[in-house]
């Protein structure tokens, strides 16, 4: 069940499996993986992350050895107790005792989209052994209830708690670079981007004329793009469009056919194609919501 995160080394004090409660995402593209484990007896959770992981204890009954690359901590962590480990860390964690964790693992790609299309573009998350966010709790308990209850609420439920997990992340656990690191976009630039695409939304948009309005070469402006975006600029363009065609899917005065002429797709098929790859359901039952 855990193979959706294969960078996750999970094994309790007999060298076993720990019990899984509840491991996976609904279909679609929200970028978030939860994971909730019971380990009898004692446990061990190590990864070096190439996602975001945001791990929170269960109960405060088990003795833990932390550590974050090299910084360490023991403790007795009480319920809710959330570590915050950004992709690319090194980390670890040791219980003495029976204990539970609930680990929500986010694609950075996804991750950089929320910041760019939000106010806090270029936000980084912060690096914590432990800490407090009880809204942010609830949400990873509800995220692995509705897994675990095989997402009985439907994909468009989770998509949604899943874009809330990110924006209170980006809130309340990121801090800002006061300029764009070397090699990244800056927000004016994005801007000017955005414009463009929602401007031109019904015509064919080539990757040449956003790197000409970013002052880049193609090939450098699609490498600098996806760093700074978290996707290339052939999803983002899609991602817009998308936007866009939801809009005026829930407006209800337009067809599909209609709707992905105005939007840039080549017909309604492929218009739903991309609704249900990105959000999991049709376009009826976006539609209807």
Same mark, same amino acid.
């Given at each position: 069940?855990f193979q959706?995160?294969?960078e ?18 609904a ?5 978030v ?13 190590s ?20 550590r ?24 670890? %964690?040791? $219980?003495? &005792? ?5 680990? @929500?693992?986010?694609?950075?790609? *996804?991750? /950089? =989209?929320?910041a ?22 609830d ?27 990110i ?7 990121t ?9 990244r ?31 880049r ?8 793009? %996806?760093? $700074?975006? &978290? ?5 983002? @363009?899609?991602?817009?469009?998308? *936007?866009? /065609? =939801?809009e ?5 005065r ?9 939007t ?22 976006l539609?209807?919501?």
């Amino acid at each position: 069940m855990f193979q959706q995160v294969s960078e996750l080394r999970l094994t309790q004090a007999d060298g076993s499996l720990p019990t899984a409660l509840a491991a996976g995402s609904a279909p679609g593209e929200s970028g978030v993986f939860v994971f909730g484990v019971r380990f009898d007896g004692g446990g061990h959770i190590s990864a070096t992350a190439q996602l975001h992981h945001i791990c929170f204890h269960m109960f405060a009954s088990a003795q833990f050895d932390c550590r974050i690359a090299d910084r360490v901590l023991s403790h007795t962590p009480s319920r809710g107790c959330v570590a915050i480990c950004p992709s690319g860390a090194d980390y670890t %964690a040791d $219980s003495e &005792g029976t204990a539970e964790a609930i680990i @929500v693992a986010i694609e950075p790609g *996804q991750f /950089a =989209l929320a910041a760019a299309e939000g106010a806090a573009f270029g936000a980084a998350l912060i690096e914590r052994l432990a800490g407090y966010d009880q809204a942010l709790f609830d949400l990873a308990r509800s995220l692995a209830t509705e897994c675990a209850g095989g997402y009985r609420n439907g994909p468009l439920c989770w998509n949604g708690m899943a874009s809330t997990f990110i924006d209170a992340l980006l809130v309340r656990h990121t801090s800002r670079f006061k300029a764009p690191p070397r090699g990244r976009l800056d927000e004016q630039v994005l801007g000017r981007l955005r414009d463009y695409v929602v401007a031109h939304m019904d015509e064919s948009i080539e990757a040449g004329a956003l790197a000409r309005i970013a002052g880049r070469s193609t090939f450098h402006f699609t490498r600098v793009f %996806a760093r $700074s975006v &978290g996707m290339t600029p052939y999803r983002y @363009v899609v991602h817009l469009r998308l *936007q866009r /065609a =939801l809009e005026l899917m829930r407006d209800g005065r337009h067809g599909l056919a209609d709707i992905a002429a105005a939007t840039g797709f080549a017909d309604q098929s492929h218009l739903s194609r991309w609704v249900r790859r990105v959000h999991g359901v049709s376009p009826t039952e976006l539609r209807a919501r």
